[in-house]
Nanobody, 121 residues
Framework: QVQLVESGGGLVQAGGSLRLSCAAS????????MGWFRQVPGKEREFVAR????????YYANSVKGRFTISRDNAKNTVYLQMNSLKPEDTAVYYC??????????????WGQGTQVTVSS
């Protein structure tokens, strides 16, 4: 019964930065890492990054490695995604979700509304 609320998206120019937040309430799926995913209209949801609650181990998609940084505040049940050097191809709706590998955790169905990130060139 986890509730996830994403925020922080917006419109930025290429090369700009945004910081996304994911506020979780209820069950936080602490046995899984938390991930950021993104989706553009007509395409499958794409893995972006994940971080474990326990050790803070991180993993990034190659497309964002070196530009994005995922972090978390366990006390606040909040996960962040710092996005730098944004590119137009980063334009998408960004979602957070418990992650297993590069997919959402099995059985997860509580996707939030996501937050829109639009990068103009």
């Amino acid at each position: 019964q986890v509730q996830l609320v994403e925020s922080g998206g917006g419109l930025v120019q290429a090369g700009g930065s945004l910081r996304l937040s994911c506020a979780a309430s209820g069950r936080t799926f602490s046995s899984y890492a938390m991930g950021w995913f993104r989706q553009v209209p007509g395409k499958e949801r794409e893995f972006v990054a994940r971080i474990s609650w326990g050790f803070g181990s991180t993993y990034y998609a190659n497309s964002v490695k070196g530009r994005f940084t995922i972090s978390r505040d366990n006390a606040k049940n909040t996960v962040y995604l710092q996005m730098n050097s944004l590119k137009p191809e980063d334009t998408a709706v960004y979602y957070c979700a418990p992650a297993l590998g590069t997919a959402a955790a099995p059985g997860f169905a509580s996707w939030g509304q996501g937050t829109q990130v639009t990068v103009s060139s």
